[in-house]
């Protein structure tokens, strides 16, 4: 089996700089961390490796070159490919040229599954799964909390999914886009000891835009078709925390709150 999961590197919410101008994140020289919804996906896919070791995954990313030492790290996991698409005619892409450029990609590719994550720390607009579904002409399915392993095969696949006020479960032909949320069901492994300096770099495959061949006016900022009306630095507030005993009083503020949440 062949798994592909597409992964994103996102600058640290805690220090990121911001073009104003351009509209868009400044990815170099920025502290990057992999996207949690991103790490599930993977997880999982690590768990079907180590249930089947012939299967094989390919971790794909779009991204400045910066972030190949993130991706060594992944491979020291057991990943067995690890492709970047990386060219400077792509910087401030919106999610429907990312879209197309990954899937050109995926199209000349064999695979029975491609994993994700539902949404990226950085944007959140989880538009990428759903339009690759559309582009490669697959079935895709958001905000996937587990995966039934024993059903995860080259024909169909059961899922369970949050659907906000309820789970949901459903049976995916295969092969499909699953996009994955942060579940702690799925947490990536530790690098082994012995293979923290392991030498990865020839499992790296770097593409640009002499291989993908879109025109310089199909992608980037002057491709993209999305309009930004404007920005704002989202303000954190402080969330008042309290704790109660398990008694009948600390019982009754708990279901007074849910009641004035309106859950009960």
């Known amino acids: 089996m062949k798994i592909m999961c597409l992964v994103k590197f996102t600058p640290d919410v805690e220090n990121f700089i911001y073009d104003y101008e351009k509209n ?10 992999l996207n949690p919804d991103d790490a599930s996906a993977l997880a999982f896919a690590l768990k ?18 910066s972030v190949i030492p993130h991706m060594e790290d992944l491979l020291r996991l057991k990943v067995d490919k690890a492709t970047l698409i990386s060219d400077k ?6 999610t429907y040229i990312t879209s197309r450029i ?7 590719v064999a695979y029975d599954c491609i994993l994700t994550g ?9 538009h990428v799964p759903s339009q690759l579904g559309e582009l490669l002409n697959i079935c895709q399915m958001s905000n996937v909390v587990e ?8 024909e169909s696949a059961v899922i369970e999914v949050d659907e906000e006020r309820n789970f949901a479960k459903y049976k995916i032909c295969m092969p499909a886009i699953l996009s994955l949320q942060k579940v702690r069901n799925y947490k990536l492994p530790y690098i082994k000891y012995e ?23 199909q992608v980037g900022i002057s ?18 925390k309290r704790v109660v005993r398990n008694d009948s009083e600390g019982i009754n503020t708990v279901y007074q709150f849910l009641r004035d949440k309106g859950f009960v």
């Not at 079907?48 to 070159?65: D, L, V």
């Not at 990954?102 to 000349?108: A, E």
């Open 223 to 240: 491709g993209s078709l999305t309009q930004v009306s404007g920005t704002f630095v989202k303000i954190m507030e402080k969330k008042d």
């Open 48 to 65: 079907i490796k180590n249930r089947r070791p012939e299967t094989s995954i390919e971790i794909i990313t779009m991204a400045p070159q």
């Open 147 to 154: 995966i039934e392993e024993e059903t995860f095969g080259s």
């Open 118 to 126: 539902t949404g990226a720390m950085d944007g959140d607009t989880s």
């Open 102 to 108: 990954l899937g050109k990609y995926l199209s000349s």
């Open 195 to 217: 293979d923290l300096e392991r030498n990865v770099k020839d499992q790296i495959t770097i593409i640009d835009n002499e291989t993908l061949g879109f025109e310089s006016n």
């Open 24 to 33: 868009v994140l400044v990815r170099e020289n920025v502290r990057m961390i």
């Open 89 to 94: 005619l792509y910087v401030g892409s919106d």
